[in-house]
């Protein structure tokens, strides 16, 4: 088992940035990669950005250039630099661990889920 508790979340203004934590626990050692996830309610849940334990990172179009996903090994954290927030960035983030390669950009792909932190960017 993996548990992951995220932080980090809140509300700023457009331009603003924050920057969301992953903590992870368990059986970390078994993880192939972590990502972090967005969902608004009615949506589905999208892709945000993935790192693998490699340290290989792929990002959404939607946020390459403005958000870094990075991890410290030494603390089993991963986290996720938002800049250059506008309101179209306003969801419930939620970091999730993959235990085997795949389709990243697929939820189903990971295995193990945290409990969502609220990010509101207001205009």
């Known amino acids: 088992q993996v548990q992951l508790v995220e932080s980090g979340g809140g509300l700023v203004t457009t331009g603003g940035s924050l920057r969301l934590s992953c903590a992870a626990s368990g059986r970390t050692f078994s993880m192939y990669a972590m990502g972090w996830f967005r969902q608004v309610p009615g949506k589905e849940r999208e892709f945000v950005a993935r790192?693998?334990?490699?340290?290989?990172?792929t990002y959404a179009d939607s946020v390459k250039g403005r958000f870094t996903i990075s991890r410290d090994n030494a603390k089993n954290t991963v986290y996720l630099q938002m800049n250059s927030l506008n309101p179209e960035d306003t969801a419930v983030y939620y970091c999730?661990?993959?235990?085997?390669?795949?389709?990243?950009?697929?939820?189903?792909?990971?295995?193990?889920w945290g409990q969502g932190t609220q990010v509101t960017v207001s205009s």
């Open positions: 790192i693998t334990w490699g340290g290989t990172t």
């Open positions: 999730a661990a993959a235990l085997s390669s795949g389709l990243y950009y697929l939820a189903g792909q990971y295995g193990y």
